[in-house]
Protein backbone atom coordinates (compact mmCIF):
# COMPACT_ATOMS: atom_id res chain seq x y z
CA UNK A 1 0.00 0.00 0.00
CA UNK A 2 1.42 3.32 -0.83
CA UNK A 3 1.35 5.32 1.88
CA UNK A 4 3.27 9.01 2.63
CA UNK A 5 3.18 10.22 6.00
CA UNK A 6 4.07 13.86 7.12
CA UNK A 7 4.53 15.23 10.90
CA UNK A 8 6.50 18.31 12.24
CA UNK A 9 3.96 20.86 11.84
CA UNK A 10 2.62 23.42 14.34
CA UNK A 11 2.36 26.27 15.97
CA UNK A 12 5.53 28.56 16.03
CA UNK A 13 6.41 32.13 16.69
CA UNK A 14 7.29 34.40 13.80
CA UNK A 15 11.14 34.19 12.91
CA UNK A 16 10.96 30.66 14.60
CA UNK A 17 11.88 27.32 12.45
CA UNK A 18 10.13 24.11 11.64
CA UNK A 19 11.51 20.89 10.26
CA UNK A 20 8.69 18.86 8.60
CA UNK A 21 9.26 15.57 7.59
CA UNK A 22 7.46 13.08 4.95
CA UNK A 23 7.98 9.35 6.04
CA UNK A 24 6.90 7.11 2.43
CA UNK A 25 6.60 3.61 1.80
CA UNK A 26 9.92 2.33 1.11
CA UNK A 27 9.47 -0.36 -1.41
CA UNK A 28 7.11 1.87 -4.03
CA UNK A 29 8.40 5.01 -3.33
CA UNK A 30 11.92 5.15 -2.88
CA UNK A 31 12.03 5.69 -7.26
CA UNK A 32 9.36 8.48 -6.96
CA UNK A 33 10.47 12.33 -6.86
CA UNK A 34 8.80 13.97 -4.33
CA UNK A 35 7.12 17.50 -3.72
CA UNK A 36 6.02 19.83 -1.04
CA UNK A 37 2.92 21.64 -1.44
CA UNK A 38 0.67 24.05 0.65
CA UNK A 39 -2.39 25.23 0.90
CA UNK A 40 -3.92 28.16 3.03
CA UNK A 41 -7.47 28.88 3.75
CA UNK A 42 -9.50 30.54 0.57
CA UNK A 43 -5.97 29.80 -1.44
CA UNK A 44 -4.98 27.71 -4.30
CA UNK A 45 -2.90 24.51 -3.50
CA UNK A 46 1.16 25.92 -3.71
CA UNK A 47 3.87 24.23 -4.94
CA UNK A 48 7.24 25.01 -3.06
CA UNK A 49 10.03 22.49 -3.48
CA UNK A 50 10.70 19.33 -4.90
CA UNK A 51 13.49 16.82 -5.07
CA UNK A 52 14.02 14.23 -7.56
CA UNK A 53 14.15 10.35 -6.70
CA UNK A 54 17.67 10.05 -5.96
CA UNK A 55 17.82 13.48 -4.14
CA UNK A 56 20.28 14.51 -6.69
CA UNK A 57 18.12 17.92 -8.13
CA UNK A 58 16.35 19.90 -6.26
CA UNK A 59 13.98 23.23 -7.05
CA UNK A 60 12.64 25.20 -4.66
CA UNK A 61 9.69 28.29 -5.29
CA UNK A 62 11.58 31.40 -5.76
CA UNK A 63 9.26 33.00 -2.86
CA UNK A 64 10.68 30.89 -0.22
CA UNK A 65 14.10 29.68 -1.75
CA UNK A 66 15.77 31.72 0.86
CA UNK A 67 14.27 30.48 3.71
CA UNK A 68 12.55 26.57 2.75
CA UNK A 69 15.36 23.79 2.34
CA UNK A 70 14.68 20.17 0.62
CA UNK A 71 16.26 17.09 1.35
CA UNK A 72 15.96 13.68 1.16
CA UNK A 73 17.57 10.78 2.77
CA UNK A 74 16.08 7.55 1.50
CA UNK A 75 17.62 5.11 3.82
CA UNK A 76 15.10 6.12 6.11
CA UNK A 77 12.82 6.29 3.88
CA UNK A 78 12.29 10.31 4.07
CA UNK A 79 12.38 13.50 2.74
CA UNK A 80 12.40 16.63 5.08
CA UNK A 81 11.48 20.23 4.86
CA UNK A 82 13.49 22.26 6.31
CA UNK A 83 11.60 26.07 6.93
CA UNK A 84 13.37 29.07 8.77
CA UNK A 85 12.55 32.75 10.08
CA UNK A 86 8.94 31.78 9.34
CA UNK A 87 5.99 34.33 8.56
CA UNK A 88 2.70 34.34 9.29
CA UNK A 89 2.09 34.23 5.51
CA UNK A 90 3.51 30.56 5.51
CA UNK A 91 1.02 29.25 7.60
CA UNK A 92 -0.84 26.40 5.68
CA UNK A 93 -1.78 22.84 5.83
CA UNK A 94 1.50 21.59 4.35
CA UNK A 95 1.16 18.19 2.38
CA UNK A 96 3.54 15.84 0.11
CA UNK A 97 3.09 13.78 -2.82
CA UNK A 98 5.29 11.96 -4.78
CA UNK A 99 5.25 11.38 -8.62
CA UNK A 100 7.34 10.29 -11.59
CA UNK A 101 9.33 13.88 -12.18
CA UNK A 102 10.11 16.41 -9.41
CA UNK A 103 7.76 19.57 -10.28
CA UNK A 104 5.85 22.09 -8.57
CA UNK A 105 3.14 21.10 -10.22
CA UNK A 106 0.47 18.79 -8.68
CA UNK A 107 -0.67 17.32 -11.17
CA UNK A 108 2.11 15.64 -12.08
CA UNK A 109 1.53 13.67 -8.81
CA UNK A 110 0.10 10.77 -7.80
CA UNK A 111 -0.10 9.77 -4.72
CA UNK A 112 -0.98 12.38 -1.89
CA UNK A 113 -0.33 12.67 2.34
CA UNK A 114 -2.75 14.07 4.46
CA UNK A 115 -0.83 17.00 5.51
CA UNK A 116 0.90 18.45 8.75
CA UNK A 117 -0.88 22.53 9.50
CA UNK A 118 2.01 25.09 10.04
CA UNK A 119 0.48 27.94 12.02
CA UNK A 120 2.86 30.68 12.83
CA UNK A 121 1.34 33.58 15.03
CA UNK A 122 3.15 35.64 18.07
Known amino acids: QVQLVESGGGLVQP ?3 LRLSCV ?3 SSLDNYAIG ?3 QAPGKEREGISCISSR ?3 TWT ?3 VKDRFTISRDNAENTVYLQI ?3 KPEDTALYSCAAGPIPTL ?3 TYRYWG ?3 QVTVSP
Open 105 to 107: TSR
Open 55 to 57: GDW
Open 114 to 116: QGT
Open 84 to 86: NNL
Open 36 to 38: WFR
Open 15 to 17: GGS
Open 24 to 26: FSK
Open 61 to 63: SDS
